[in-house]
């Protein structure tokens, strides 16, 4: 009776097909959504990553395979490794729209299956690049993202989501049928509304 989803906008849904297809017909509308914060997906380096900030563009020429060595982006001449959360994370596609023009990813892409070991990967190798939801940035660097090789380069932090200055943003909602009598869950979402610092304890943004 009650779902969760992440999307861009009200009407922009960010999400992967087999995730919409886990939600009953005609759940994802304005009067069914409660927003409860925002998430940002963060690219993430090694630590040790000497490369201070990239642009849009030369994220989605790494995830697509058109930049493969990081002294292409100012960086040591070490092949990328790049790691990519796998076609059932609506951060993918997130992701594919927002750096890449809705181009396909490189098959050289290395697919993780759990969000949480994205930052295992990336930190243990020095030449490494993934994305994640930035709560589970954990030990990685966060990499700051550029409009261009002119703008200055943004973090994903509290205030460039809510201002939307960092590009890869996405909206938290809670899902319940306006129909529907489940008067537990209409609590749970009341809550949720209400205590965004127990949202703000699991990475979200309020």
Same mark, same amino acid.
């Given at each position: 009776?009650? %779902?969760?989803?992440?999307?861009?906008? /009200?009407?922009?849904?960010?999400?992967?097909?087999?995730?919409?297809?886990?939600?009953?017909?005609?759940?994802?509308?304005?009067?069914?959504? %409660?927003?409860?914060?925002?998430?940002?997906?963060?690219?993430?380096? %090694?630590?040790?990553?000497?490369?201070? /900030?990239?642009?849009?563009?030369?994220?989605?020429? =790494?995830?697509?395979?058109?930049?493969?060595?990081?002294?292409?982006?100012?960086?040591?001449?070490?092949?990328?490794?790049?790691?990519?959360?796998?076609?059932?994370?609506?951060?993918?596609?997130?992701?594919?729209?927002?750096?890449?023009?809705?181009?396909?990813?490189?098959?050289?892409?290395?697919?993780?299956?759990?969000?949480?070991?994205?930052?295992?990967?990336? /930190?243990?190798?020095?030449?490494? =690049?993934?994305?994640? /939801? =930035?709560?589970?940035?954990?030990?990685?660097?966060?990499?700051?993202?550029?409009?261009?090789?002119?703008?200055?380069?943004?973090?994903?932090?509290?205030?460039?989501?809510?201002? %939307?200055?960092?590009?890869?943003?996405?909206?938290?909602?809670?899902?319940?049928?306006?129909?529907?009598?489940?008067?537990?869950?209409?609590?749970?979402?009341?809550?949720?509304?209400?205590?965004?610092?127990?949202?703000?304890?699991?990475?979200?943004?309020?």
């Amino acid at each position: 009776d009650l %779902h969760s989803f992440p999307t861009r906008r /009200s009407s922009d849904l960010w999400s992967s097909p087999e995730e919409a297809a886990l939600f009953p017909e005609n759940i994802l509308s304005p009067e069914a959504e %409660h927003q409860i914060g925002m998430d940002a997906v963060a690219i993430v380096v %090694h630590k040790d990553n000497p490369v201070q /900030s990239l642009t849009v563009s030369d994220v989605g020429k =790494i995830f697509r395979g058109e930049i493969t060595s990081w002294d292409q982006v100012g960086g040591s001449s070490n092949p990328i490794k790049v790691f990519a959360l796998r076609d059932s994370f609506g951060a993918r596609h997130l992701v594919r729209q927002v750096f890449m023009g809705g181009k396909a990813y490189a098959a050289a892409v290395r697919d993780v299956d759990v969000h949480s070991m994205m930052s295992d990967f990336v /930190s243990e190798d020095p030449h490494a =690049i993934g994305f994640c /939801s =930035i709560a589970f940035a954990n030990q990685c660097r966060v990499m700051p993202v550029g409009g261009d090789a002119g703008s200055e380069a943004v973090a994903p932090t509290p205030e460039s989501v809510r201002s %939307h200055t960092y590009p890869a943003f996405r909206d938290l909602y809670l899902y319940q049928l306006s129909k529907s009598k489940n008067v537990y869950a209409r609590d749970f979402i009341r809550r949720s509304e209400e205590h965004t610092s127990e949202l703000q304890s699991l990475g979200a943004i309020s």
